[in-house]
């Protein structure tokens, strides 16, 4: 960004990029448009990347599951949620500010931050899987409801030509 009228420059509007990265770099520009009323300016960075193709031998017989919270027992999620939860202990400690001359870790508060974010998930993950029906992502067709279904009923009792 380039302030015109006191001849100075920023650095305010930019992209950071790794060593390996910046070898890839084709073109960049900061755009300087008359209808940017913002004394920002936006930039554009062009890469040229070569895909990488990924081996997925070891992936292809594995099935991905998706969660049927519309079949799930909420009632029981919502019980076993609040007796996992309740488990998890809270780390107050981090909320206390250590004083200069201390000697405490200054890495344990976000230590601490994560832990207790990862119980967090763990409960809601384990509520879940014991509570919510899980079915392969490809086994339902996105587009058949509830609603379908009663009129395939209809439809094959009216025609009685079996399977549509």
Not at 34 to 42: A, F, K, R, T
Not at 75 to 80: D, K, N, R, T
Not at 85 to 96: A, D, H, K, N, S
Not at 105 to 113: G, L, S
Request: glycine share 2%; proline share 4%.
């Amino acid at each position: 960004m380039q302030l015109l009228i006191s001849h100075q420059s920023s650095l305010l509007d930019h992209f950071f990029v790794s060593d390996n990265v910046k070898q890839s770099i084709v073109n960049y520009e900061i755009i300087d448009s008359g209808i940017n009323l913002s004394d920002h300016l936006p930039v554009s960075c062009t890469l040229s990347i070569i895909p990488i193709v990924v081996n997925n031998d070891l992936n292809q017989n594995k099935k991905i599951y998706r969660d049927r919270w519309d079949k799930a027992d909420l009632a029981s999620y919502y019980s076993l949620t609040g007796q996992f939860l309740q488990t998890i202990y809270t780390p107050f400690e981090i909320l206390e500010s250590p004083t200069l001359d201390s000697n405490i870790n200054k890495n344990m508060p976000a230590c601490a931050i994560e832990s207790y974010y990862k119980s967090i998930i763990n409960a809601l993950q384990n509520a879940s899987n014991s509570t919510v029906p899980k079915i392969p992502v490809r086994c339902l067709k996105e587009y058949w409801s509830e609603d379908i279904c009663k009129l395939k009923e209809i439809i094959l009792t009216c025609t009685n030509y079996g399977d549509v």
